[in-house]
Structure formats: structure tokens, C-alpha cells
């Protein structure tokens, strides 16, 4: 190795993606919004959905304010239902070549076991545990005949956290970790790179406070910016492929988990 100072910083400073085919889920708000556009300014090919067509098309607006390379295009679709996973890939494929790294993120929020319907629960379910796994089987179906790729998980802390009254989204997110760590195990011996970011609170839509309290809690150090998060994946992502990010917990500095 070279011993002077530019050379030994270029080899700990990760060199960031660029021009890679990138497909995330639940891409039009919050943290997943925060991440594409990320993504797509370093020079990446971005790929998302979203469930309305009002916030893609913002997320698509707010894309042709950069300056960059990299390119940012997406779908409507329902995450909750096989023909929306159907819908997504059928897209992607018609438009790239190939999937370099998938970005399971859509989610939905809930609370206590005691609110909502059985058919809300499943919903739930449905767009929380199972849109992750027919995702990443969808991935892999691209990704194992080249033997690379890189699967991101977005978990949450509430899953190690507990909180009471948000046991049924605690439940999901418990899933979503014991999913992925299975899942590496299966995959690094093919050459695809398995991560879990779990984070703490993040100012998002998601969330049951309104924009103006969830910024006192960013003030505060009680709440993270979405882009907090999407800096985080970004460095998950480009890792060279020796180092293998197991997982990632970033939390609020005050947010005492």
C-alpha cells in the first residue's frame, strides 16, 4: 500500500456507487424518497413505486432539479398484492438490463393488535413482510445468474425496541430482522451482499405527529431527517466486496432505546 496521506485516505473512504441499476421499494416518500434521490445525484440508474401517482410525480419533479448523470424513473403500484410485485418487475426489466441492488423498504405503520379488522392486519402483513420476500425472490431470479447483487432490508429498531401499543408493527419489523439474517447466510456464499439499517424515529409520514412537531423533535435530537437514513444506505452500499455490512442501527441521539 502506497503510505502517503491521499493514498491511505482513498482506501478508507468508501468510493460511491455510481451507474448501477438501483430498484427500491416504496420510493415516493420518506426515507425511501430520501435514498433515490440520493442515489440517483451520485450517477445511479434508479428505479422506484410508490402507492400514489400525486408523490411519484413530485419525487420525479424534485429529481429534474439535479444536476447529475444518473437517471430516476418509477411505477404505481400495490405492494400488498402479487399483481403489483407482478407490475414492478415486469417494468423494471422493460426498462434495465440488469438489478444491482434492491432496496426493500415499503412499509406501512400500525399499532396495537386491539385496533383495526383482520382484514387490515393482513393488509398490513401483507405489505410489510410478504412484499419483502416475493421482492427479494424477484431480485434473486436476476441476481444469482450473475452471482452479485446486494439486497438492502429497511428494518426498525421497534423491532429489538418493543414498544408498547405497536405490536403488530413491531411484529412485522420483528419478522423483517430474523428474515434477513437468514437470508445472508443463504446468499453470501453466491456473491450477493445481505444488510439490515434499522432505524430509530425518522421525521416521515409514517409517523403520528405533524410536520411541525416532528421538526421540534429533529431540533431536539428526538428525530432523524429521512436523508439521514438514505446516507446511511449509501455507505452500505458502497462497501467494496470483502466487507459485508451485517447490520445497522441509527437512532436519534436522545431517543433512549
Known amino acids: 500500500m502506497e503510505t502517503n496521506s491521499s493514498a491511505y485516505i482513498n482506501s478508507v473512504i468508501p468510493e460511491w456507487i455510481k451507474n448501477k441499476n438501483i430498484l427500491i421499494t416504496g420510493g415516493?416518500?420518506?426515507?425511501?424518497?430520501?435514498t433515490a434521490l440520493l442515489l440517483a445525484s451520485m450517477g445511479n440508474h434508479i428505479f422506484i413505486c410508490g402507492h400514489?401517482?400525486?408523490?411519484?410525480?413530485?419525487t420525479l419533479r424534485d429529481f429534474n432539479t439535479l444536476n447529475t448523470t444518473g437517471s430516476l424513473e418509477g411505477v404505481v403500484v400495490d405492494l400488498a398484492t402479487?399483481?403489483?410485485i407482478q407490475k414492478l418487475f415486469d417494468r423494471f426489466d422493460s426498462m434495465y438490463d440488469q438489478l444491482d441492488i434492491l432496496v426493500n423498504n415499503a412499509a406501512i405503520a400500525y399499532q396495537s393488535v386491539k385496533e383495526g379488522s383482520y382484514s387490515d392486519q393482513a393488509y398490513l402483513l401483507r405489505a410489510n413482510i410478504l412484499a419483502y420476500l416475493a421482492c427479494t425472490k424477484a431480485a434473486l431470479e436476476r441476481m444469482e445468474p450473475k452471482g452479485s447483487g446486494h439486497i438492502v432490508n429497511v428494518g426498525s429498531m421497534s423491532a429489538d425496541a418493543r414498544e408498547a401499543q405497536s405490536s403488530v408493527y413491531v411484529c412485522s419489523k420483528g419478522g423483517i430482522q430474523a428474515f434477513t439474517e437468514s437470508l445472508r447466510k443463504e446468499l453470501n456464499p453466491k456473491g450477493i451482499q445481505v444488510s439490515l439499517i434499522e432505524p430509530g424515529a425518522v421525521g416521515t409520514d409514517m409517523q403520528p405527529f405533524s410536520p411541525?412537531?416532528?421538526?421540534?423533535?429533529?431540533?431536539a435530537l428526538e428525530m432523524l431527517y429521512a436523508e439521514d437514513i438514505a446516507r446511511s444506505i449509501a455507505f452500505i452500499v458502497s462497501q467494496p466486496?470483502?466487507?459485508s455490512v451485517v447490520s445497522m442501527q441509527v437512532k436519534p441521539l436522545l431517543q433512549i432505546i
Do not use: W
Open 28 to 34: 415516493t416518500t420518506g426515507i425511501g424518497r430520501a
Open 52 to 58: 400514489h401517482q400525486h408523490q411519484l410525480d413530485d
Open 82 to 84: 402479487e399483481e403489483g
Open 212 to 219: 411541525a412537531e416532528q421538526r421540534e423533535k429533529i431540533a
Open 241 to 243: 466486496l470483502r466487507t
